[in-house]
């Protein structure tokens, strides 16, 4: 059953379309990659699915449920968060801080604002859970500002597991990071329940390959190419898109 579909997408910036009849469907459970050139719409894309950009034409939904055109926030209340490209961090707070934000801001409704969080036992213990389960517990009390690049990347992934959410979209999660914190981080995306859908935008290619159940090829803002990981890695159109030369025929896995 597909949990996440988007189809017939468009969008345009000032006449400029980035995106074009633009169809994908995740599986629940699947570990869908998005690859595609630098500018080929991966990024918009996602924009587009979480509602950070409306779109000009197409639907997306997520169980079933249409959410765009609706405010922001339906995205999150429908169980769906991400990642960006740049970090979203609060730098000067620590580690844990950061944490009790994201657990606080998902579900304000279950926290007193005004209870300190060292008050808040219920918070204080499923920080703890998050932080020892995704290994972040020994640098808690760590300013975020003072981490390496990798290990804020990697702390970014930890908030957007906070809302608890049904489909997660990770937007190029080991750009940047050393081939360790590489291997880590990977380590942390196969590691993830089945529970939790996965979208994600790669261009590591050992990543993709090392976590893909699917690989949906975008190239100048169209689905060149959707299919299993074997398809796509013999597939010599997609070779080409990355690697230049060879002439491009459209196909659909
Ligand atoms: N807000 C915007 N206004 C105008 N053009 C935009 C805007 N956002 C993106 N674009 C353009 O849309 C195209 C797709 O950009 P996008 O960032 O989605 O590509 P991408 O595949 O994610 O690239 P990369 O791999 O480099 O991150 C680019 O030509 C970009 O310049």
Same mark, same amino acid.
């Given at each position: ?75 999150? #209340? ?5 990642? !960006?490209? @740049? $970090? ?5 707070? %620590?580690? +844990? ?12 409704? #279950? ?5 300190? !969080?060292? @008050? $808040? ?5 499923? %920080?703890? +859970? ?124």
């Amino acid at each position: 059953m597909s949990l996440l579909k988007v189809e017939h997408l468009h969008k345009s910036f000032k006449g400029l379309q980035v995106l074009k009849d633009v169809s994908l469907e995740v599986k629940q459970g699947e570990r869908h990659v998005i690859i595609g050139p630098n500018g080929a719409g991966k990024t918009t894309l996602f924009n587009c699915i979480t509602g950070t950009l409306p779109i000009n034409q197409g639907t997306v939904t997520v169980n079933g449920k249409q959410i765009n055109g609706l405010p922001g926030y339906t995205a999150v #209340r429908v169980g769906m968060s991400r990642t !960006f490209q @740049k $970090n979203n961090l609060f730098g000067a707070l %620590t580690v +844990e801080e950061n944490v009790h934000l994201a657990i606080t801001a998902c579900q304000p409704y #279950r926290f007193n604002f005004y209870k300190p !969080f060292y @008050k $808040n036992t219920q918070l204080l213990e499923e %920080t703890e +859970e998050l932080l020892k389960e995704w290994e972040l517990w020994e640098r808690r009390t760590r300013i975020v500002n003072e981490l390496s690049y990798g290990e804020q990347r990697l702390l970014e992934v930890l908030l957007a597991l906070a809302s608890k959410p049904k489909v997660l979209l990770l937007d190029e999660p080991t750009s940047g990071m050393s081939p360790a914190e590489t291997i880590q981080t990977t380590k942390l995306i196969q590691r993830m329940p089945r529970s939790i859908t996965l979208l994600v935008i790669e261009h590591d290619m050992e990543v993709v390959f090392s976590i893909a159940d699917r690989i949906t090829v975008l190239h100048h803002g169209e689905v060149f190419l959707s299919g299993a990981p074997e398809q796509i890695k013999g597939d010599e159109n997609v070779k080409a898109i990355y690697f230049g030369g060879g002439t491009l025929q459209h196909a659909q896995g």
